[in-house]
């Protein structure tokens, strides 16, 4: 089987806990490490897979990966080879598909609940948590447009498009690859961010994140593993 590629833009936000789902499934993955210089392919051609990490930057920053990585995305559509991507990655399938990423009205920084949508498309990638609140994690100040086609599967009031799906493809504003490691570095290195907007209802402080790890952290990981349990399917065998 061919590897599922992971893109990681950022040293600290690598692919957590969907590296390990990878690995408990015996699906083969290797990290494209954008940080770290790593070039964009070409073609998907090689991969049965993309999976998009997030990052701090944006997507509109005049970086010189972008466009390459916007590229790839659309020739694995084109492929339809399944393409992932979580927080800067779900804003590097909008762009590269024709929507747009613009500035939230709010930061999204934590734990937070957003809920799932109803339709036969939301049903079949949320399984028992279409129509239903879920919990999830954010650190975001901007949102992504859904591209043509694409139909959304979570919401909440403080950001209306969480996550959207367009055929096998599954693009996530939220992160929900979060390992109890991960939340305590984010903490540590981005601890001014999150204590500047704390006292917005779509913020927390630090600390309350790392407190509610062992209530929050189990209830995700039920959503984490529904949504990747979908993905793998259209996976190139």
């Known amino acids: 089987m061919k590897p599922v590629a992971i893109f990681r833009h950022s040293p600290t936000e690598g692919p957590g806990y969907f590296a390990i789902f990878l690995e408990q499934q015996g699906i083969p993955w290797e990290l494209v490490a954008i940080d770290e210089g790593a070039t964009v392919p070409d073609s998907a051609e ?63 920084i934590g734990w937070s609940q957003a809920g799932g949508e109803d339709s036969a498309i939301a049903k079949n990638w949320l399984g028992p948590f279409a129509g239903r609140s879920g919990t999830i994690f954010q650190w975001h100040g901007e949102t992504f447009s859904l591209p043509t086609g694409a139909t959304r599967l979570l919401a909440n009031g403080y950001c ?33 961010e999150a204590i500047a907007v704390a006292d917005l209802p779509s913020a927390q402080t630090p600390d309350a994140m790392l407190a509610e790890i062992g209530e929050k952290l189990p209830v995700m990981r039920e959503l984490s593993n529904q949504l990747y349990s979908v993905w793998i399917k259209g996976l190139a065998r």
């Open 46 to 108: 090689g991969f049965s897979g993309l999976c998009f990490m997030g990052g701090p930057m944006s997507v509109n920053d005049p970086l010189p990966w972008v466009e390459p990585v916007c590229a790839l995305i659309r020739d694995a559509v084109a492929r339809n080879v399944p393409v992932i991507g979580h927080c800067l990655g779900g804003q590097l399938m909008s762009k590269a598909l024709g929507g747009q990423v613009t500035r939230n009205a709010v930061k999204e």
């Open 160 to 192: 209306a498009n969480q996550m959207f799906a367009l055929g096998p493809h599954l693009g996530m504003q939220c992160h929900v690859e979060m390992t109890p490691e991960m939340i305590a570095t984010w903490c540590e290195q981005w601890a001014d």
